[in-house]
T-cell receptor
Framework: DADVTQTPRNRITKTGKRIMLECSQT?????MYWYRQDPGLGLRLIYY???????NKGEISDGYSVSRQAQAKFSLSLESAIPNQTALYFC?????????????FGPGTRLTVL | RKEVEQDPGPFNVPEGATVAFNCTYS??????FFWYRQDCRKEPKLLMS???SGNEDGRFTAQLNRASQYISLLIRDSKLSDSATYLC?????FGWGKLQFGAGTQVVVTP
């Protein structure tokens, strides 16, 4: 089984709808991240969390919110989706012994907002 | 100006040849450097860290040039399976959690 899972893997929705993307991990890592990837722009950090009580805004947090329900779960919400939020979204984790800054990514969620 | 810049490519490389490409970063306080590999529509995966003295991992060699603020990746004896997009990642001393990703360099290895 994958260490970092994301649901759904694909989602098409309409402008104005509320969307939640979920991420779960079995790696036991404290740190979790949400990124979006757009062609030509690379990955950009939306939010990150160093533990359950620690939530931080990333580079592009406007229009997004997150919830860290448990160490293993980190969800991303779009309260009112808009077309320019169409992108590939990745969850990632880091932590543990040794190289703690290595990021382990989930398989991604492809979101289309019409 | 982007904090981390890469030539998007594609770099078309005959199988068995050597290819090299760079990544420039603008924050002089950057401390940690990595190369990730991303296959089409898949998640990025760590390829290798980049150490100050340079390092090798099999056919892959990474170099860091702090004076000119760039890192490089060289792939020797290219395989078809090396076809991917290579992402440069930079972490600044004060940017824990704030990894900066380059947009990636596409490499296409041809038979």
């Amino acid at each position: 089984d994958a260490d970092v899972t994301q649901t759904p893997r694909n989602r098409i929705t309409k402008t104005g709808k509320r969307i939640m993307l979920e991420c779960s991990q079995t790696k036991g890592h404290d740190r979790m991240y949400w990124y979006r990837q757009d062609p030509g722009l690379g990955l950009r950090l939306i939010y990150y969390s160093f533990d359950v009580k620690d939530i931080n805004k990333g580079e592009i947090s406007d229009g997004y919110s997150v919830s860290r329900q448990a160490q293993a779960k980190f969800s991303l919400s779009l309260e009112s989706a808009i077309p320019n939020q169409t992108a590939l979204y990745f969850c990632a984790t880091s932590g543990g012994e040794g190289r703690t800054d290595t990021q382990y990514f989930g398989p991604g969620t492809r979101l289309t907002v019409l | 100006r982007k904090e981390v810049e890469q030539d998007p490519g594609p770099f078309n490389v005959p199988e068995g040849a050597t290819v090299a490409f760079n990544c420039t970063y603008s924050n002089s306080a950057s401390q940690s450097f990595f190369w990730y590999r991303q296959d089409c529509r898949k998640e990025p995966k760590l390829l290798m860290s980049v150490y100050s003295s340079g390092n090798e991992d099999g056919r892959f060699t990474a170099q860091l040039n702090r004076a000119s603020q760039y890192i490089s990746l060289l792939i020797r004896d290219s395989k078809l399976s090396d076809s991917a997009t290579y992402l440069c990642v930079v972490i600044s001393l004060f940017g824990w959690g704030k990894l900066q990703f380059g947009a990636g360099t596409q490499v296409v290895v041809t038979p």
